[in-house]
């Protein structure tokens, strides 16, 4: 069974930065890489940044060129690095793998203020 713990998630102002890190264990099967998505009050489940296992990296329009994602080779641990910051990022974040298994971690909530 695999699992996934997110960690540094907090509240933060507009223009503000973050990083969050995920630990992964267990085996992945079929997938193309890892990913970190969020969950917004009302909304659905969204894939805002993905790396692959060579190292390419996909971000969602809302957040390139503020967002990066990145690994940790010598661990299975996972990166983002979040920049400026707006209130719209107000979400809880979790990693999985692309495509997403259906085990989820408990998320990390990350709240901006305006």
């Known amino acids: 069974q695999v699992q996934f713990v997110e960690s540094g998630g907090g509240l933060v102002q507009s223009g503000g930065s973050l990083r969050l890190s995920c630990a992964a264990s267990?085996?992945?099967?079929?997938?193309?890489?890892m990913g970190w998505y969020r969950q917004a009050p009302g909304k659905q489940r969204e894939l805002v940044a993905e790396?692959?296992?060579?190292?390419?990296?996909n971000y969602a329009d809302s957040v390139k060129g503020r967002f990066a994602i990145s690994k940790d080779n010598a661990k299975t641990t996972w990166y983002l690095q979040m920049h400026s910051l707006k209130p719209e990022d107000t979400a809880v974040y979790y990693c999985n793998a692309v495509p997403n298994t259906s085990y989820w971690g408990q998320g990390t909530q990350v709240t901006v203020s305006s």
């Open positions: 267990g085996s992945i099967f079929r997938a193309v890489g």
């Open positions: 790396i692959t296992w060579g190292g390419t990296t």
